[in-house]
């Protein structure tokens, strides 16, 4: 089975130019997360999708970073304008459910310098 | 609140060597427990978990971990260190949140291993 897929795996931009990130969950997960890790810490989540409906994006800076899942497969997470502190990895990651007994599975992540 | 302390930023362990990655938690009913690894450049794979039951849980590559409800603490452990064992691993917490199930990751312990 193809794992979680994501793109690009490196983005170098300037501050307050805007980014894209795309990813493809698991085929029939429901639940689809980013995650945002910044270096010497541990993953933050930003937002959950539960099939295209949003359950938690309680810690996404809404100013600034926005995601949308609009046929409830695929994703994107887009930042507008970007800051220096946006430099991290952006994870995503998928579930069968929404429970926490389904397991998250995790892609490669994109790798932000905004510079 | 959920939040979880890896009181270990590294560990350096010769191969063969057992090894033990302290993890200590807050959460205010039973906790779901994880352990993840993450590789360079790599997502991150689930080691274990724990959500009840046994508090002594066994995961893939060797590695257990125990529950101590006594001490809010999720200890990872392996008996003897390999040197493809080198990588990122992270303690993390699930509990219910904003409508979703969210999980909640330490810092992170790096490990070395010397041949």
């Known amino acids: 089975e193809a794992g979680v897929a994501q793109s690009p795996r490196y983005k170098i931009i300037e501050k307050r130019q805007s980014v894209a990130f795309w990813c493809n969950p698991i085929s029939g997960h429901a639940t689809l997360y980013w995650y945002q890790q910044i270096l010497g810490q541990g993953p933050k989540l930003l937002i959950q999708?539960?099939?295209?409906?949003?359950?938690?994006d309680s810690q996404l800076p809404k100013d600034r970073f926005s995601a949308e899942r609009l046929k409830g497969v695929d994703s994107t997470l887009k930042i507008q304008p970007a800051k220096l502190e946006d430099s991290a990895v952006y994870l995503c990651?998928?579930?069968?459910?929404?429970?926490?007994?389904?397991?998250?599975?995790f892609g490669p992540g994109t790798r932000l310098t905004v510079t | 609140a959920q939040s979880v302390t890896q009181p270990d930023i590294h560990i350096t362990v010769s191969e063969g060597a057992s090894l033990e990655l302290r993890c200590n938690y807050s959460y205010g009913a039973t906790p779901y427990l994880f352990w993840y690894v993450q590789s360079p450049g790599q997502g991150l794979q689930l080691l274990l978990k724990?959500?009840?039951?046994?508090?002594l849980v066994q995961g893939i590559k060797g590695f257990e971990a125990e529950f101590k409800r006594s001490q809010s603490s999720f200890n990872l452990r392996k008996p003897s260190v390999h040197w493809s064992d080198a990588a990122e691993y992270f303690c993390a917490v699930g509990g219910l949140t904003g409508g979703g199930n969210k999980l909640t990751f330490g810092t992170g312990t790096q490990l070395k291993v010397e041949l």
């Open positions: 724990y959500f009840s039951g046994d508090t």
């Open positions: 999708f539960q099939n295209n409906g949003v359950v938690d």
């Open positions: 990651a998928s579930s069968l459910e929404r429970q926490l007994a389904y397991e998250q599975y």
